[in-house]
């Protein structure tokens, strides 16, 4: 009850810390609520299906599960007659899905499905899909097709597939997406088997079925029923929310880290103003051990309450995230919120365990408060540095300076995380030597101004002199906040100039052939540009271990060999090949070939890590279409085919770059958001329980003779100061990971990446912290001065 007693009476200087844990773990809980109602769901057209049956799982180079191999033909038939005989199970199909998308004259028809959008007809069986005019399809000529495209049965419809623009008839029209052909037309397609789907008899029960499908199908794959069929999704719909889940990963840290930054500060600062207090109870026979509970109740009862209102505030916001994902186009279509229990509870543990973290930082050193400090000011010995806290932050920032250098030596996968990971470390650091770096740069920004004979510079330099900790405690969030800004911001800046320029040199003089509305190149395609790189890429399993990976098929002379292949360093290191061995390589049509590794080449991004011959890999993937085509300079290239356009090195490498650009762009907004927007809230608060803590002082110097205008222009000068301390230091932290960002790029692309600073962003985030801290810095003292004198 005391405890309780206590932060009732102390409300004014627990607000700051109470306010930083409501909105780290509102953030927090509107991630990981998003992210959970972002898990996959069964898709429509698998309603139907009772159970799926899938061939069994490959690994990757590193051994995490990956693709399911494809059964060939001949497996998928033997298996499916063992399913037919299941108990319960009234029908076996086979699904398959490959491109097929509706032209409308010159232009094909929108559909961000295109890649999956051809089945055969059997796979209506497994959706709720109701032919609702016509017939199935019977010859390779017919189709049936979704009525919303709006064909009438017997008209002819051009639909584009692997081999390019077909005429097909429409026989029939369903209520649902996608082109359904005949069984023996989608064989051809897509030979191999990814999934056979189980309908059951009426009444028949799906666990009973899964179970004896499982027995009857042994260790060749897996049946899923329920909503395990989530597995299979759309690569479009997988790449959605692969994209939203990056996002969200990336706020959550951010979050993570800055309300653990924010509130280990507030309760740092709240606890150091307090050693007058502490002195006293320790006078009256408070142990430490009696202290350090004490700060560490007060703590946890102020993380419940900021955790219980954050939960709340979480929820209230996740609707909105969601609404600005979709906006982004980085959910699943339909996504839903729901709201579990987990996400709240872990929430709450995080601010409960952050909040009981910090004030066991700051109980540790107010429990060896002297009782003779009842007698001394509460800042008296709220200055300097001890031991511990220059090793640790000398070994921080080591740290940090080792991981910017790794930032420039780092994968381009890994770069922005490895930055990212590099500037907290900084601005860790940072916020613990501040208190040897706040009073000389204070003396120095105030020493302009000591002849104008006022004596607000004297007191501020002071302040800075005397009260160390508590000036570095309030330059803490300022730190954070413009820190998060320039790198973020610099990043995207540094990206945007140094991608489309690098990839421009690689590319320089070629004229390149893109897919234009359509998800690749067709056959029709590449043969109307014989010449130049068309890498045809397919997914195969290779070795006796059938390690999955990406398989280029290429028309380069040098490497288009028949039965052999050609290995980058790396991969012919991972799968443990040499050149001149052979090795088996199952196909996407279920069927194995035996390659002969001609030659292992230094690690070349343009040439492919494991290349074949390209007929090879259309002989087994019928399905598979053609990349961006390169056609040589003194070539003539072509977009006579609908559905292509012609660019050249620059357009092609800005193309590139915008495709991912509004993404990138938005990303760093609702980053710099976040980090600035809570960092803002903590500045306010920091400065306002600053500012209150200040009242007997405030009081002194009234007394003294100070009128109301010169105390408030006081604490604006004292703000002011502050921010433009902590900004110094937020730009400082960030330049060696940016540099190093940098230096990468310029590895990366082979050309020239200096580093760059988003202006507009950087000088947001000064004025937000500095407007926040100085308003909140006078309201508070203009309020406290009204009130009067304090005794």
Not at 47 to 53: H, N, R, V
Request: a positive charge; one cysteine or more.
């Amino acid at each position: 009850m005391l405890i309780i007693a206590n932060v009732r009476e102390r409300w004014a200087g627990f607000l700051g810390a109470f306010l930083a844990v409501l909105v780290g773990v509102a953030l927090i809980t509107t991630t990981l609520v998003i992210h959970d109602s972002s898990r996959p769901t069964v898709q429509d057209r698998y309603t139907g299906a009772s159970a799926l049956a899938l061939p069994e799982q490959a690994l990757t180079a590193n051994g995490n599960p990956k693709d399911r191999m494809p059964w060939s033909q001949a497996e998928a038939a033997a298996i499916r007659a063992k399913l037919d005989a299941v108990p319960g199970v009234a029908a076996v199909v086979v699904d398959r899905s490959f491109y097929a998308q509706a032209f409308r004259g010159d232009k094909p028809v929108t559909d961000e499905g295109a890649a999956e959008a051809g089945h055969g007809w059997g796979s209506t069986q497994m959706a709720p899909y109701q032919l609702l005019s016509g017939r199935a399809p019977n010859g390779n000529g017919e189709v049936v097709v979704d009525r919303a495209l709006g064909v009438a049965v017997g008209a002819e419809l051009t639909v584009n597939i692997t081999e390019g623009r077909k005429p097909f008839t429409v026989v029939g029209t369903v209520d649902g997406p996608g082109h359904y052909f005949s069984e023996a037309f989608a064989a051809k397609q897509q030979p191999g088997v990814g999934a056979l789907a189980l309908i059951a008899d009426k009444g028949a029960s799906a666990a009973s079925i899964a179970a004896g499908a499982q027995q009857a199908l042994g260790d060749k794959g897996n049946v899923l029923t329920g909503e395990a069929r989530s597995e299979l999704q759309p690569e479009y719909i997988e790449h959605k929310r692969s994209l939203g889940v990056q996002l969200i990963g990336a706020m959550a840290v951010l979050g993570l880290f800055t309300t653990v930054f924010v509130v280990a500060s507030m309760l740092i600062l709240a606890t150091g103003m307090r050693r007058r207090e502490i002195g006293l109870l320790r006078t009256i026979g408070a142990a430490p051990s009696q202290i350090r509970r004490m700060i560490l109740g007060e703590a946890a009862v102020v993380g419940l309450l900021g955790s219980v209102t954050g939960c709340l505030a979480g929820i209230a916001a996740a609707p909105m995230l969601r609404d600005i994902l979709k906006g982004l186009d980085v959910t699943p279509p339909g996504m839903e919120v729901s709201v579990a229990a987990w996400p709240l509870l872990t929430a709450s543990a995080v601010g409960i365990g952050v909040s009981v973290i910090g004030a066991w930082a700051a109980g540790r050193k107010a429990a060896k408060v002297a009782p003779i400090e009842a007698l001394l000011d509460s800042g008296s010995a709220n200055n300097g540095m001890g031991r511990g806290r220059w090793i640790t932050g000398l070994s921080v920032l080591g740290l940090g300076v080792v991981l910017a250098v790794g930032t420039a030596t780092t994968g381009a996968d890994s770069r922005i995380s490895t930055a990212l990971f590099a500037t907290m470390t900084l601005i860790v650091a940072a916020a613990l030597l501040a208190p040897a770096l706040v009073g000389p740069i204070g003396r120095f920004l105030t020493a302009p101004f000591r002849r104008s004979g006022s004596a607000a510079p004297v007191l501020i330099r002071a302040e800075l002199t005397a009260n160390s900790r508590r000036a570095a405690s309030l330059v803490a969030p300022v730190i954070a906040a413009v820190g998060f800004a320039v790198l973020i911001g610099g990043a995207v800046e540094t990206m945007r100039v140094a991608y489309p320029a690098g990839e421009a040199l690689k590319v320089a003089g070629q004229t390149i052939v893109t897919s234009d509305g359509t998800p690749g190149n067709t056959d029709e395609a590449v043969a109307a540009n014989p010449v130049g790189k068309a890498a045809l890429p397919t997914r195969a399993f290779v070795g006796e271990k059938r390690t999955v990976l990406d398989v280029l098929g290429t028309r380069d002379d040098r490497w288009n060999k028949p039965g052999e292949a050609v290995l980058g360093q790396r991969t012919a290191t991972e799968l443990g090949l040499k050149e001149g061995q052979n090795t088996p390589i199952r196909f996407a049509d279920g069927t194995s070939v035996t390659l002969k590794i001609s030659k292992v080449l230094p690690d070349d991004p343009a040439r492919g890590d494991f290349v074949v011959a390209r007929d090879l890999v259309r002989a087994h993937d019928p399905a598979a279409l053609t990349d961006d085509i390169f056609v040589p300079a003194g070539h003539k290239a072509s977009a006579a085919i609908p559905g292509t356009a012609l660019h050249d090195a620059m357009q092609y490498a800005l193309d590139d770059y915008n495709t991912d650009a509004k993404l990138t762009d938005s990303l760093a907004a609702m980053l710099i958001a976040i980090a600035v927007g809570y960092s803002v809230i903590a500045v306010a608060s920091s400065m306002a329980m600053a500012a209150h803590g200040r009242r007997r002082d405030l009081s002194v110097m009234k007394s003294a003779g100070g009128t109301f205008r010169q105390l408030v222009k006081l604490a604006a000068g004292e703000s002011a100061l502050l921010v433009v301390v902590g900004a110094g230091l937020g730009v400082l932290v960030t330049l060696p990971p940016l540099a190093g960002m940098a230096s990468g790029l310029s590895q990366a692309t082979s050309s020239d990446v200096g580093l760059h600073l988003n202006t507009p962003v950087l000088a947001a985030g000064v004025v937000g912290t500095l407007i926040a801290a100085v308003t909140a810095g006078v309201l508070v003292t203009a309020h406290t001065l009204r009130k009067g004198p304090r005794t």
